[in-house]
């Protein structure tokens, strides 16, 4: 007698593992806001962004550490610290490259001068930036309503391919570390995101 298959339903109210990506961020508004757009529009993954007071290097890592000492990361989970090069000291982003290398599912994106060099990339090529300065300035021409924060409407998926395009072309060869001069790693982060898993 050939035996009856079982059909295995899953539970209501259960959810299918969502790819978890761990961001530990320097700004307490705009990089939240951003990632918080991407988590949006792609629905496979889910994004936790930790922000704080402390916005230096040391303390982006350590908001890390504390989290990671808290809540354990599944093997398809990652974990990235993003920073802007602003004005910090080559010893001080050495300990958080030093911590992206301790696993393959930890990272760290950098942008230089800062993370709105990456937001202007969503517009334009990004060339002849002399400072974060200068990159407010003409990352308003685009978005007159920056200081506020990330406007979603203007913020679309292929802007977003875009800008991944042009942050590539500037990272040739690719950065072993981060880009001494005017770039952004962040789009091998946020590559990742929207890779589908």
């Given at each position: 007698?050939?035996?009856?298959?079982?059909i295995?339903?899953?539970?209501?109210?259960e959810?299918?593992?969502?790819?978890l990506?761990?961001i530990?961020?320097?700004?307490?508004?705009?990089?939240?806001q951003?990632?918080?757009?991407?988590s949006?529009?792609?629905?496979?993954?889910?994004?936790?962004?930790?922000?704080?007071?402390?916005?230096?290097?040391?303390?982006?890592?350590k908001?890390m550490?504390?989290?990671?000492?808290?809540e354990?990361?599944?093997?398809?989970d990652?974990?990235?610290?993003?920073v802007?090069?602003d004005?910090?000291?080559?010893n001080?982003?050495?300990?958080?490259?030093?911590?992206?290398?301790?696993?393959d599912?930890?990272?760290m994106a950098?942008?230089?001068?800062?993370?709105?060099?990456w937001?202007?990339?969503?517009?334009?090529?990004?060339?002849r930036i002399?400072?974060?300065?200068?990159?407010l300035?003409?990352?308003?021409?685009?978005?007159?309503?920056?200081?506020?924060g990330?406007?979603?409407?203007?913020?679309?998926?292929?802007?977003?391919?875009k800008?991944?395009k042009?942050?590539?072309?500037?990272?040739?060869?690719?950065?072993?570390?981060?880009?001494r001069?005017?770039?952004t790693?962040?789009?091998?982060?946020?590559?990742?995101?929207?890779?589908?898993?």
């Amino acid at each position: 007698m050939a035996s009856k298959r079982r059909i295995f339903h899953r539970p209501l109210g259960e959810r299918r593992y969502k790819k978890l990506f761990v961001i530990a961020v320097e700004g307490t508004k705009t990089e939240p806001q951003y990632f918080a757009l991407l988590s949006e529009q792609h629905s496979i993954v889910k994004i936790h962004c930790l922000k704080g007071s402390r916005s230096s290097p040391i303390g982006v890592l350590k908001r890390m550490q504390n989290y990671l000492k808290q809540e354990s990361l599944q093997k398809s989970d990652e974990a990235w610290l993003v920073v802007d090069k602003d004005d910090w000291t080559e010893n001080q982003l050495h300990q958080l490259l030093k911590w992206s290398k301790i696993s393959d599912n930890y990272g760290m994106a950098l942008s230089n001068p800062n993370f709105e060099y990456w937001m202007l990339l969503h517009f334009e090529d990004g060339h002849r930036i002399a400072n974060g300065r200068e990159c407010l300035i003409r990352l308003k021409k685009h978005l007159p309503d920056y200081e506020k924060g990330v406007d979603h409407h203007k913020v679309r998926r292929e802007m977003i391919l875009k800008a991944i395009k042009r942050a590539k072309e500037r990272d040739k060869p690719p950065c072993t570390d981060w880009p001494r001069k005017c770039g952004t790693t962040v789009y091998r982060l946020v590559e990742n995101i929207l890779r589908k898993r």
